[in-house]
C-alpha cells in the first residue's frame, strides 16, 4: 500500500502539490486561531459551591452549612474527592471531577443536589456555584482608586470639594476612608464589572476591597422610648417605606394607565422623611429617632494600591478559552471604560495574561526559528544540492501546520510545554535520507549510462529510491514515537503538563513521515532534474580523513573502546544524581510576586496598615 502511494504520488506530483497548499492554508488558519498559554492548564475538573451566612461563626458555618452540602454531594456520577473551608460567615466547598467528565453535567448533578440541600441549612442561606473558570483563569487585574492629584472641582460641579469630601454625580456627597472606599466597591460593581462581564470568553468579575455600599440607619435608644417606637416598628416602617406597590387600571378614550406608587428610597433624604407611626396626630420620622448615614458592610478583605485604599478587579477566563485573546479584549475593554470614569476616579490595569503569554510565546518563536535555521543550514552544508536542501526543509513548515490543525482538533494550546519540545532535526531525518538516497542512486546510473535519464526513467528512479527507504523511514519514525507514547498514559497533573509535549511531537512526526511519503518524491520529482554529481562535500570529507583511523584503531581494540564505554556510561550515571530537578521549565518574564504571611489572629485594619 506504501508504495502504490508513492508511485501515485510521483505520477500525480502537481495534484500532490496542490494538495499540500490546501493543508498548508488550512494549516495556517487553525495556527491563527490555536489558544495560547504560558503554560499548560494544570487544574482538574472542579466546581466550587460558595456559601455567605454573616450571622454564623466558622463551627455552625462547618456543622450547618458545609457538612449538608458535603454529604449532599456524595455519590454524584464521576466525583473523584471533595474539600472543603469554614470561616466566619463563608464556607467554600470544591467538587473534584474526574477529567472524562463534562463540566456542564458536572455543574447540572451538583445543582440539583444543592436543591435538596437548601432543605437542612438556615433559612436565607443560599450556597452559588462558582464560575466556570480555572486555577489560570485570573487573565486581567486593575484597580478602581481615587487619582493622586485629587484637584478640586469647579463649585458644583462633581468631584473633590474645598472641604475635602468628594461629590458624586448622583449628588451624594462622601466624607470619610468608609464612604470613600465604599464608592470605590460602587463604581467597580456597577460601572465597570457588567461592561466586562459583556466580553466574549469572560466566566465572572471578582472584586476586593473597599465596602460594599449601604444606607446605614443607627437607632437612638432614648429618642425611640420618647417617641414610644420600637425596633419591630422601624424595622417595619423601613421595610414598607421601600416598595412599589400596583393598583388597577383607569380606561379613558380608549386606553389604559396603570395606576401604581413608588416610595422607594432613593437617597438618603427619603429615608430620613420616611414615616414610623403617628403621635397625636403628628408623624414622627426615621431622622427622630435614628441617625443615618452613608456606609459600608462588614468586611473580610481589603486592597491597597501605593499605600492608599482601592478596588482590585479580577477578569476570569471561561474554561476552555484563549487566555492571550481573551486578556487581550478585556484590556481593549477596560482602556474603553477608563474613559468615562466619574471625575477624580483613575483605572489602572496592573495585571494583564497577554503580556506574559507574548513574552512566552517569543522565547519559543525564536527558539524554533533558530532551531529551523540551524537544521537548513546544516541540510546546504552536507547535501552539496540547493535544490534537495530546498526540498528537506520544505518538510518543516509543512509538519508543523499539520501539527497545529491537529493541535487544535485535540483541544491542546501552543504553551512553552507543547511548542517547545519540537526537535526540527527529528523531524527532516526522514526526509534527508530519501533525498540523499535519490541524489546517490541518479549519479551513479547517469554515470553507467553517461547520460542524464529522461522523464519516465528519472520518475522511475524517483520512486525506487524512495521505496529503498521506506523500511528505515519507517522504523527510525516508530521508535521516535513510541519513545513518546508513555507520556500519553499519564494522569492528574503530570498528564496535564507533558501531554501536550507528546501529542504535539507526535503530530508533527506524523506530519513529517506522511510528507515524506508524499510529498517529498513529488518535489523531487518536479525540482531535482538534470545532471547529478554524487559527490563528498568538504565537511564530509574532512570528517572522514580524521574519522577513519579513529574506527580502524577502536575496531583493532574492541575491549579497550567497550570499557571506555562503559566509564563514561557510569561517569554520567553520577553525574545525573547531581543535576537539578525542575517540574516545569523556569519563566522569567521580569515580574516579581511578593506574598507577607501574618498571624491567623491579626486584625483587618492592623493588616492593611502594614500593607500600605
Known amino acids: 500500500m506504501i508504495a502504490r502511494l508513492i508511485d501515485l504520488s510521483v505520477r500525480f506530483r502537481w495534484l500532490v502539490l496542490f494538495i499540500f497548499a490546501g493543508i498548508a492554508a488550512l494549516g495556517v488558519y487553525n495556527l491563527v486561531r490555536l489558544p495560547i498559554d504560558a503554560v499548560p492548564d494544570i487544574t482538574n475538573k472542579q466546581v466550587q459551591i460558595n456559601t455567605v451566612a454573616p450571622a454564623l461563626g466558622p463551627s455552625e458555618m462547618e456543622g450547618r452549612v458545609t457538612f449538608p452540602i458535603e454529604t449532599a454531594l456524595a455519590g454524584v456520577p464521576g466525583l473523584e474527592s471533595t474539600r472543603s473551608l469554614s470561616r466566619n460567615g463563608f464556607s467554600q466547598v470544591t467538587a473534584v471531577f474526574d477529567d472524562r467528565v463534562d463540566i456542564y453535567f458536572a455543574r447540572q448533578q451538583i445543582a440539583e443536589r444543592l436543591a435538596q440541600a437548601r432543605e437542612s441549612m438556615p433559612e436565607g442561606v443560599e450556597p452559588a456555584m462558582g464560575p466556570i473558570t480555572t486555577g ?18 469647579a463649585p458644583g460641579r462633581p468631584g473633590w470639594q474645598p472641604d475635602g469630601s468628594y461629590l458624586t454625580p448622583e449628588g451624594e456627597r462622601l466624607r470619610g476612608p468608609v464612604q470613600l472606599a465604599s464608592y470605590l466597591r460602587t463604581v467597580q460593581d456597577w460601572i465597570v464589572a ?48 421601600n416598595r412599589t406597590v400596583g393598583a ?37 420620622r426615621v431622622a427622630d429617632v435614628a441617625d443615618v448615614d452613608l456606609g459600608g458592610s462588614l468586611r473580610t478583605g481589603a486592597a491597597t494600591e501605593d499605600g492608599e485604599e482601592a478596588v482590585v478587579g479580577t477578569a476570569l477566563m471561561l474554561l476552555g478559552q484563549n487566555s492571550r485573546t481573551v486578556a487581550s479584549d478585556v484590556v481593549a475593554k477596560l482602556e474603553e471604560v477608563g474613559r468615562s470614569m466619574p471625575p477624580g476616579v483613575s483605572l489602572e490595569i496592573v ?7 507574548n513574552a512566552t510565546i517569543a522565547t519559543v518563536e525564536e527558539n524554533l526559528a533558530i532551531g529551523a535555521l540551524l537544521v537548513v543550514t546544516v541540510l546546504f552544508l552536507l547535501l552539496g544540492n540547493i535544490r534537495a536542501a530546498i526540498i528537506t526543509a520544505a518538510v518543516i513548515p509543512v509538519s508543523f501546520l499539520i501539527m497545529a490543525i491537529g493541535m487544535r482538533q485535540l483541544g491542546v494550546s501552543g504553551n512553552l510545554m507543547s511548542l517547545g519540545a519540537l526537535d526540527f532535526g527529528l523531524i527532516v531525518d526522514g526526509a534527508v535520507i530519501i533525498v540523499e538516497n535519490y541524489l546517490r542512486r541518479m549519479g551513479e546510473r547517469q554515470h553507467a549510462l553517461g547520460r542524464t535519464l529522461d522523464l519516465p526513467e528519472r520518475l522511475r528512479e524517483v520512486s525506487e529510491s524512495v521505496k ?13 514515537l513510541l519513545v513518546f507514547a508513555p507520556l500519553l498514559t499519564f494522569e492528574g497533573v503530570e498528564g496535564k503538563t507533558f501531554s501536550p509535549m507528546a501529542i504535539t511531537v507526535m503530530l508533527a512526526l506524523a506530519g513529517a513521515f506522511v510528507a515524506s511519503l508524499t510529498l517529498v518524491p513529488a518535489l523531487i520529482a518536479i525540482l531535482i532534474r538534470g545532471p547529478v554529481a554524487e559527490k563528498e562535500v568538504r565537511v ?32 554520567s550515571l553520577l553525574a545525573f544524581q547531581s ?34
Do not use: C
Open 468 to 480: 529503498e527507504m521506506i523500511r528505515p523511514s519507517l522504523y527510525g519514525q516508530a521508535i521516535i
Open 248 to 284: 388597577n387600571f383607569v380606561k379613558r378614550a380608549g386606553e389604559s394607565y396603570l395606576v401604581r406608587t413608588d416610595v422607594r428610597f432613593r437617597n438618603l433624604a427619603d429615608i430620613h422623611e420616611a414615616a414610623v407611626a403617628t403621635r397625636e396626630g403628628v408623624p414622627v
Open 351 to 357: 495585571l494583564d495574561r497577554s503580556r506574559l503569554v
Open 579 to 612: 543535576l537539578g530537578r525542575e517540574f516545569i521549565p523556569q519563566l522569567d518574564e521580569g515580574d516579581a510576586a511578593i506574598l507577607a504571611a501574618r498571624v491567623p489572629s491579626v486584625s483587618l485594619e492592623q493588616s492593611v496598615e502594614m500593607q500600605s
Open 194 to 241: 457588567p461592561q466586562i462581564r459583556s466580553v466574549p470568553g469572560i466566566a465572572g468579575v471578582d472584586a476586593i476591597g473597599g465596602y460594599e455600599k449601604q444606607y446605614v440607619v443607627a437607632p437612638d435608644p432614648a429618642r425611640m422610648a420618647a417617641y414610644g417606637v420600637t425596633f419591630s416598628e422601624l424595622a417595619e416602617a423601613l421595610e414598607a417605606g
Open 136 to 153: 489560570l483563569g485570573e487573565v486581567v487585574m486593575w484597580t478602581v482608586r481615587y487619582g493622586e492629584s485629587r484637584t478640586v472641582a
Open 540 to 571: 564530509i570529507a574532512a570528517t572522514k580523513t580524521r574519522y577513519g583511523p579513529a574506527l580502524s584503531h577502536a575496531l583493532a581494540n574492541p575491549v579497550p573502546t567497550i570499557a571506555i564505554g562503559v566509564a563514561l556510561f557510569a561517569t
